[in-house]
């Protein structure tokens, strides 16, 4: 790299066309003016920079990956929704007669689907299933 | 409702209002102006620029917050001008401005994000510019191994 001291007010030349002048210099700034025929284009470095990182994040290629891998993963997201909607768990609810079995079932699912007596009742085990309709079968 | 047809997310039905203008481009692409920020549910919290001209042209952003919290930005008079905000008004970013960084994606290299080139959106009139942080020393290509590509889904 060619260094070069210069005060303000003086220049230098690049080529014959392109002329730089040192216009003002405050403290870590400095103030240049340019002529160069039209057909030079002058660009701030950053502008360069961002001009070719937005270029380069344009490509199309590694996007497609992207969102596949996306979908990909919205697939997976689904399986394990549709794995959990539509498996049955088994909860056992064991105790001693009338102590609040069918009590708390019934407390869960938000309505009286059991029915509660003093006397001895749901004696027998007893499946709770979901459906969409009520229905009870007795085997 | 207008009709975009994109190459890489189908054809979208969009609203006008959620366009952003970018009244003096991208550089590079300085004659594309509009934009429609898109997600897709599991793209989250990817945000998508759709080029309203050019159904192919499309940029991979993310909020700056997710990729640096200390992230300072820097607006000049200039940015504000182009960007219709005062300069005594407050600045928050998700209230009255977006702070978006550009992702490169490669396929051989991790992605990066251009921290010194963020685009600001003015959400109150959608106007929008990518200002360059010349004085904050922030990288085109900050690293993102690690951190928002495993962002959970």
Redesign the interface.
Known sequence: MLIIRRRVSEAILIGDEVEIQVMDLSPGRVKLGILAPKHVTIL?K??????????????????????RE??G??M??MAIYQRLRDAKYRVVFLGAYNVGKSTLINAYLGDEYLPRVLEECTTKITHVLRGDAMSATLR | MPRLETAHFGTLDYDEQALIEFPAGLPAFDQERLFLPYEQGCSKPFLFLQSLARPDLVFVTLPVELVDPAYRLTLSPEDLALLGLEESSPLRLGQEILCLVIVTLREDRPPTANLMSPVVVNLANRRAAQVIQTETGYSHQHSLAGSAQEAPC
Not at chain 1, 48 to 55: F, G, P, S, V
């Open positions: 701030r950053e502008v360069k920079l961002t001009a070719e990182q937005n270029r380069a994040a344009s490509q199309v290629a590694p996007l497609e990956g992207l969102i996306m979908r993963r919205g997976e997201v």
